[in-house]
């Protein structure tokens, strides 16, 4: 069988601990992805520009961990899974809710972490060839508005700043105005079908996403069932 060559994966590895750091880099070389470690926050954010993904631990020396994602988020779109201490589950929500696009927890294995890389990238491919084909695609509803090319939201005229995950998240509502859309299934198709995390996370992002659209009226929760897109006068 003839082997297509392909352009390695590029993966930023944000962490301090060399014990961490230098056997995962060696692994991660192994499985063919290519790797390049930064001991600090500074040295991440400096290094990130051309990264497909980063792995960043939240206890970095120099910067809160949680500060170098929220600075790494504003800058790009890269994908970012946190590799974080057992216990700070309060962290791992928050992060979650900032757009990291998942976590693992210390100690993890090495394949539970290449099967988290895989599903990481093929949700953010799946985005990308969905942007494209939502490409021109504006939904003009009674109060909002959402431009699927620019990833825009407006209530009443007004822009509103949404996270990654709450914008894919109403974006999955408003593909079928009006109806429920199940918890399972936008937990599969926002988040993976393989999602291992607390499926409190759609509920946190469903409560900030109704708070920064400033009417909770415009998701309504149809109780252990899913959530509807509504926006009537
Ligand atoms: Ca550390």
């Known amino acids: 069988m003839a082997v ?50 980063v792995l960043l631990d939240l206890g970095l020396p120099d910067v809160d961990g949680a500060d170098v994602c929220r600075l790494l988020l504003a800058r790009s779109d890269t ?84 996270s990654r995950k709450e914008f894919d998240l109403l974006a999955r509502l408003a593909e079928t105005p009006g109806a429920v859309v199940r918890r399972e299934r936008i937990l599969e198709e926002v988040w993976d079908e393989h999602w291992w995390g607390s499926t409190k996370t759609l509920d946190v992002h469903i409560a900030s996403l109704r708070k920064k659209l400033g009417d909770a009226a415009f998701i309504a929760t149809i109780r252990g069932v899913g959530y509807r897109l509504d926006d009537h006068e």
């Open 4 to 53: 297509v060559p392909e352009a390695p994966i590029a993966i930023l590895l944000i962490e301090d601990d060399d014990s961490i750091a230098t056997p995962l880099a060696e692994g991660l070389t192994r499985a063919h992805f290519s790797v390049t470690v930064a001991r600090s926050g500074t040295e991440g954010l400096a290094g990130a520009p051309g990264a497909d993904l």
């Open 79 to 162: 994908p970012i899974i946190v590799l974080t201490a057992r216990g700070d589950e309060r962290d791992r929500v928050r992060l979650l809710e900032m757009g990291a696009d998942d976590y693992v927890v210390k100690p993890f294995g090495f394949r539970e972490l290449v099967a988290r890389i895989g599903a990481v990238l093929r949700r953010s491919n799946a985005a990308l060839v969905g942007a494209t084909e939502s490409d021109r695609k504006v939904q003009e509803f009674t109060r909002l508005r959402i431009d699927h090319r620019s990833r825009r939201v407006d209530v009443e005229g007004r822009e509103i700043a949404l």
